[in-house]
């Protein structure tokens, strides 16, 4: 059975059928901070050692959480709603970079756990250092009514970046339905993003819909005047793509 939404500035019908959205778990119970620090020499799956979930805080000041607890490291810095999967690759000297799904360099880990951090601003990299303990990175539950709320709140933050209305679209399961509403908040960063870009509101101004489908493989392209996105529930948060891969999207358009 799949429900339909459609989310414009004007208006929103249709419910989804069940659906998550992503937020982070309860605090951490009492001892955990005693378990992460025992975890500090043990090596995960090839991984370097180092606490497998903490908060850090690189030398500029920005600070984010890092989550290799589950099957696909991710990484969420405090100053962005976005949660970042990370794809490992061994690098000299028994380190381990990890990239994001554009390929780019996001961390660099030492086999004794210390990290590097890449960024547009620091492309030669920083350090960072531990700030304790955090919470992991996980899914929670939310009504069709609170995510109806987010298809709509995503739409309208990108029409009011593109300067006219960009409706949002989408068929989900209760399996794609989470993704689907982390896809959409990622469609409105990068519409935010390219907004302020040299050129960039001539990009957004080719594209009025945005469709959010599920398939076996997560993908994004523009046809004509419409984006589709497809999300992959099999793959978890790696199943959609990142608003980096998404403003890729609209700057090469199809």
């Excluded at 979930?53 to 589950?70: C, I, K, W």
């Excluded at 690759?89 to 756990?113: C, I, K």
Aim: charge should be positive.
């Amino acid at each position: 059975m799949i429900g339909r939404l459609t989310a414009s500035r004007r208006a929103l019908s249709a419910a989804l059928l069940c659906a998550a959205a992503f937020a982070a778990t309860q605090p951490a119970s009492a001892g955990v901070t005693d378990r992460l620090r025992d975890s500090l020499f043990r090596h995960r799956g090839g991984e370097p050692s180092g606490m497998p979930l903490a908060r850090y805080v690189s030398e500029e000041g920005r600070a984010f959480v890092l989550d290799r607890t589950q099957p696909a490291p991710m990484i969420k810095f405090e100053d962005s709603p976005e949660v970042w999967v990370l794809v490992p690759s061994p690098a000299p000297r028994g380190d381990v970079v990890y990239r994001n799904d554009m390929g780019e360099p996001v961390l660099r880990a030492t086999r004794l756990g210390g990290f590097t951090l890449f960024s547009d601003e620091r492309p030669s990299g920083e350090a960072v250092s531990l700030a304790g303990a955090a919470q992991p990175l996980r899914m929670l539950a939310l009504s069709p009514q609170a995510l109806a709320e987010r298809m709509l709140q995503a739409s309208v933050r990108s029409g009011r970046a593109a300067h006219h209305p960009v409706v949002f679209e989408a068929e989900a399961t209760p399996a794609s339905a989470a993704l689907i509403a982390d896809a959409a908040t990622l469609v409105s960063l990068a519409y935010l993003r390219l907004a302020g870009a040299d050129g960039g509101r001539a990009l957004l101004a080719r594209v009025g819909k945005v469709q959010f489908m599920e398939g076996k493989k997560c993908s994004v392209a523009i046809v004509k005047d419409v984006m589709r996105i497809v999300v992959a529930p099999t793959q978890g948060l790696a199943g959609r793509p990142s608003s980096d891969r998404i403003s890729k999207a609209l700057r090469i358009g199809s």
